[in-house]
Nanobody, 125 residues
Framework: QVQLVESGGGSVQAGGSLTLSCAAS??????MGWFRQAPGKEREGVAG????????IYIDSVKGRFTISHDNAKNTLYLQMNSLKPEDTAMYYC????????????????????WGQGTQVTVSS
């Protein structure tokens, strides 16, 4: 059974930083990603990575502020978030997929088969 466990969410003021972690249990993913969902909005892809190659992708609104990374030894996904804005407030989820359906679709929720439970990020102005 694949388990993805997120941690690191919290409340910060605008301009602050948070680092999210996602520990994957005994699972080798082809793609991993961070997604977020604010109340009343659709889930959107924030950042994606191919853990083996390290290639990353981001949505425009977080480029230069967020960094996705993967520690292969710990099988843990990270999202370093700097210069946080109130519009970054959302529930953040990590996702993983072992198959090739996520190839070139790392920011697309339907491309992923496994999801964590989410961690809340709240940014106040």
């Amino acid at each position: 059974q694949v388990q993805l466990v997120e941690s690191g969410g919290g409340s910060v003021q605008a301009g602050g930083s948070l680092t999210l972690s996602c520990a994957a249990s005994a699972y080798r993913a082809f793609c991993m990603g961070w997604f977020r969902q604010a109340p009343g909005k659709e889930r959107e892809g924030v950042a994606g990575i191919y853990p083996d190659g390290g290639a990353t992708i981001y949505i425009d609104s977080v480029k230069g502020r967020f960094t996705i990374s993967h520690d292969n030894a710990k099988n843990t996904l990270y999202l370093q978030m700097n210069s946080l804005k109130p519009e970054d407030t959302a529930m953040y989820y990590c996702a993983a997929e072992s198959g090739s359906r996520c190839y070139n679709r790392r920011l697309s929720p339907p491309a992923y088969g496994y999801w964590g439970q989410g961690t809340q990020v709240t940014v106040s102005s």
